[in-house]
């Protein structure tokens, strides 16, 4: 059975920092590119950052480039979000998602095969 499990959100002050970690398990975590989405309530769930499946390449929405860091540990099974200078718009459910394809920057929701059941980030002013 596949599963991924977020963790590491949480309330905090805008300026601050956060890591979210996915952990997979069920399928073998080196042959998907890894990837974290987030959706605000009454929006679209967007893209964020993907990371390839070997984690040479990354790849990020604007609104995040620079304070955000995507990366992965094959040993651990796990991909990290590490968050950086978080703003009150980035509040938001974050979900990791696994993709079998490995081709480059990947933004859209329905080319991901797995998903977590979120975690919540609010950022306050």
């Known amino acids: 059975q596949v599963q991924l499990v977020e963790s590491g959100g949480g309330s905090v002050q805008a300026g601050d920092s956060l890591r979210l970690s996915c952990v997979v398990s069920g399928y073998s975590f080196g042959y998907y590119a890894m990837a974290w989405f987030r959706q605000a309530p009454g929006e679209e769930r967007e893209f964020v950052a993907r990371v390839s499946r070997g984690g040479a390449s990354t790849y990020y929405a604007d609104s995040v480039k620079g304070r955000f860091s995507i990366s992965r540990n094959a040993a651990k099974s796990t991909v990290y979000l590490q968050m950086g200078n978080l703003k009150p718009e980035d509040t938001a459910a974050y979900y990791c998602?696994?993709?079998?394809?490995?081709?480059?920057?990947?933004?859209?929701?329905?080319?991901?095969?797995?998903w977590g059941q979120g975690t919540q980030v609010t950022v306050s002013s």
């Open positions: 998602a696994a993709d079998k394809t490995n081709y480059g920057l990947q933004p859209k929701v329905d080319a991901y095969d797995y």
